[in-house]
């Protein structure tokens, strides 16, 4: 069985080189990819990718680090890409106080806004979250309509309680960092029924291969983690991971 690569950046200058052969690899290895836009540019160059490849799909939006000069023009233009038949959701929107290119009200007004788009569209939403836990979790709760996934989930056990009806839980190779407890905490505790694996390539490579450039196609040391923490079987994880990545984006019905 094939696993998914649940969010990933195909379009990054950092595949530039060899793009068709990651792809290629993609094609071979994996059931399919989701790419995740994070500004009009790069949505547009996943549903191209999406258009080309079958075994692609794209999620389009605008992260909170990209939203400066965000308006009434740009939010048409998001809302136009999320109907394209290809698009699985919007995102990856969301919340960074870390980098804060915005001020905090601006980033949450965008925020609402662009799952008040995903309402419209009637599609999930895929959500970035750092250092912005509780304000996330509070915003998602006033769209109890709404679902999606926390992508690359920073958080705890009992903050993923807060939404666990709505959404479930991206983790990428940060499973596999010597440091990364409060992760291994939350995915011990998490039910698997609740998780999904991810690459968010070209980042957070796994080991054996931190330090070098990411792929989708280690997403597979995600899953093996997951199931080394979990104590179930390596293809249990890509089972139920992978039907729980066709159930959040609404690809099949539950």
């Known amino acids: 069985m094939k ?23 993609i094609r071979e290895q994996l059931e399919f990819a989701v790419n995740i836009g994070y500004d009009l540019k ?8 999406a258009e080309e490849h079958d ?10 680090t990209d939203i400066t000069g965000y308006n009434k023009e740009m939010e048409k233009a998001v809302e136009k890409m999320a109907r394209h038949p290809k698009v699985l959701a919007v995102g990856e929107i969301g919340l960074d106080y870390h980098w804060m290119t915005e001020s905090k009200e601006r980033q949450q007004e965008i925020f609402r806004s662009q799952i008040e788009i995903a309402k419209r569209v009637g599609k999930p939403i895929v959500v970035h979250t750092r250092d ?3 304000d996330t979790l509070e915003i998602l709760k006033d769209y109890p309509e709404v679902t999606g996934i926390l992508h690359c989930y920073p958080g705890s056990y009992e903050s993923a309680l807060e939404v666990m009806d709505n959404y479930y839980f991206g983790v990428g190779g ?12 939350a995915v011990r505790e998490i039910p698997l029924e609740k998780l999904l694996v991810e690459t968010d390539c070209p980042y957070l490579t796994p080991e054996p291969y931190r330090g070098k450039r990411n792929e989708p196609v280690y997403v597979e040391y995600v899953a093996r983690k997951i199931a080394e923490i ?22 099949i019905k539950g």
Do not use: W
Not at 42 to 49: D, V
Not at 174 to 185: D, G, H, M, P, S
């Open 42 to 49: 790069s949505s547009e160059e996943s549903i191209k990718l």
């Open 132 to 134: 912005a836990m509780h």
């Open 174 to 185: 940060v499973i596999t960092f010597k440091n990364a407890r409060k992760l291994v905490e």
């Open 55 to 64: 075994f692609i799909y794209a999620v389009t939006g605008i992260h909170p």
């Open 3 to 25: 696993l998914i690569d649940s969010h990933c950046h195909l379009d990054n200058e950092k595949f530039q080189d060899d793009r068709d052969e990651v792809i290629e690899k």
């Open 230 to 251: 979990k104590g179930v079987d390596y293809e249990e994880v890509v089972k139920i991971t992978n039907k729980n990545t066709k159930l959040a984006y609404k690809m």
